[in-house]
């Protein structure tokens, strides 16, 4: 997790010591607030810990899709199977068609 207590630095900073962050990014697994006079800029973080981060937003993402769907069956908006894989068929032959 940010800590904006220490995890804010100058991007030159970040640009003098280069290999001493890279170090700290991939040994703490947080991401690093750079700012440009003053104010925040950019947001470095280590390759690991943004797969993670990536991986957690698309289950995230997934979740509120599964939640929406079953919401749609409890209000009854929902179709026959035969129904959507006609609809399947139609789009499929029309971009054959193509």
Do not use: C
Not at 67 to 91: N, Q
């Amino acid at each position: 997790m940010l800590d904006l207590t220490n995890d804010i630095d100058s991007l030159s900073e970040f640009k003098r010591r280069t290999p001493e962050f890279i170090r700290r990014l991939k040994a703490e697994g947080r991401p690093v607030v750079l700012t440009v006079n003053g104010k925040a800029e950019v947001v470095v973080q280590d390759a690991a810990s943004y797969q993670r981060l990536v991986e957690i937003a698309e289950r995230v993402e997934r979740m509120d899709a599964l939640r929406a769907s079953l919401e749609d069956m409890k209000a009854g908006r929902v179709s026959p199977a035969e129904d959507m894989l006609a609809e399947m068929r139609r789009i499929l032959d029309a971009k054959k068609a193509r």
